[in-house]
Nanobody, 123 residues
């Protein structure tokens, strides 16, 4: 079965950096578009970034542009999110998600989800 396992979350001060990882198994990773989403308690899940299997393009939410970088290593079945210049408003549980072929900013388009990793940014 498909498994997505996030790691790399934690507590960081504002202005700091974190690198999230997502280990994928049970799927032909290179044929899946991958996305990062986040959810703060009491709020709806929101799109952060997405990357197709080819990694030729990337999509970012406006809040992530210029600070976050999504990347993938198809040889290792790994997805990454490098987060720099973190702000308190970036505090959330971050999820990786997979869908066949085409990226999307709509979480309902994604077939598989990880359990999430907590990111907390202190001011």
């Amino acid at each position: 079965q498909v498994q997505l396992v996030e790691s790399g979350g934690g507590l960081v001060q504002a202005g700091g950096s974190l690198r999230l990882s997502c280990a994928a198994s049970g799927l032909i990773f290179s044929t899946y578009a991958m996305g990062w989403f986040r959810q703060d308690p009491g709020k709806e899940r929101e799109f952060v970034a997405a990357i197709p299997g080819s990694a030729r393009t990337t999509k970012y939410a406006d809040s992530a542009k210029g600070r976050f970088t999504i990347s993938r290593d198809n040889a290792k079945n790994m997805l990454y999110l490098q987060m720099n210049s973190l702000k308190p408003e970036d505090t959330a549980v971050y999820f990786c998600a997979a869908r066949p072929f085409i990226t999307s900013i709509d979480d309902s388009d994604y077939s598989y989800w990880g359990q999430g990793t907590q990111v907390t940014v202190s001011s």
